[in-house]
T-cell receptor
Framework: NAGVTQTPKFRVLKTGQSMTLLCAQDMNHEYMYWYRQDPGMGLRLIHYSVGEGTTAKGEVPDGYNVSRLKKQNFLLGLESAAPSQTSVYFC????????????FGDGTRLSIL | KQEVTQIPAALSVPEGENLVLNCSFT??????LQWFRQDPGKGLTSLLLIQSSQREQTSGRLNASLDKSSGRSTLYIAASQPGDSATYLCAVNFGNEKLTFGTGTRLTIIP
């Protein structure tokens, strides 16, 4: 049981390049989330999904897109990377958020030069 | 605006002491409150989840309390150990399917 797996763990991009971060969970969770963590800012929600085929905007969605074509996978895309998107990205999943905790992956460290 | 605050940002405590970490939030209408632990370079690990109807939850040496009327939660760690050194984050579900996180307290246990 791997839990929440994020791919890749590290990546360096040049400004303007695009990339996709993959999150996979094997717990059959309905809800999935993408966060970014920056020093002094805490975790901020980028996008989330309440089930297969659904997505919704979080607190800081600009510059990112997401897709949830399969229940177990949640993809985060950067179409044209900017230095302001340098951050650590975390994926999380859960059953019903009203009474179940979120389970986190180990993160992706992304640097935009 | 719904906000979660954790003060202090950092705390150092000698090994063996009991300690309390604080979390405050702006809206008393919550679904639940969660405490997480984050080790350097790692993701978050859920420690305790307190439902809106509960006053406290316990797991081993950890005890979390919730006072909705005052907008406060505490995480009590008994008999601290060097392995407890980590950043502890508080997060609140204000009833909109999402968590709002505090910025965390970085705890150092001094051997």
């Amino acid at each position: 049981n791997a839990g929440v797996t994020q791919t890749p763990k590290f990546r360096v991009l040049k400004t303007g390049q695009s990339m996709t971060l993959l999150c996979a969970q094997d717990m059959n969770h309905e809800y999935m989330y993408w966060y970014r963590q920056d020093p002094g800012m805490g975790l901020r929600l980028i996008h989330y999904s309440v089930g297969e085929g659904t997505t919704a905007k979080g607190e800081v969605p600009d510059g990112y897109n997401v897709s949830r074509l399969k229940k177990q996978n949640f993809l985060l895309g950067l179409e044209s990377a900017a230095p302001s998107q340098t951050s650590v990205y975390f994926c999380a999943s859960s059953y019903w958020p009203e009474n179940q905790p979120q389970h986190f992956g180990d993160g992706t460290r992304l640097s935009i030069l | 605006k719904q906000e979660v605050t954790q003060i202090p940002a950092a705390l150092s405590v000698p090994e063996g002491e009991n300690l309390v970490l604080n979390c405050s939030f702006t809206d008393s209408a919550i679904y639940n409150l969660q405490w997480f632990r984050q080790d350097p370079g790692k993701g978050l690990t859920s420690l305790l989840l307190i439902q809106s109807s509960q006053r406290e939850q316990t797991s081993g040496r950890l005890n979390a309390s919730l006072d909705k009327s005052s907008g406060r939660s505490t995480l009590y760690i008994a008999a601290s150990q060097p392995g407890d050194s980590a950043t502890y984050l508080c997060a609140v579900n204000f009833g909109n399917e999402k968590l709002t996180f505090g910025t965390g307290t970085r705890l150092t246990i001094i051997p």
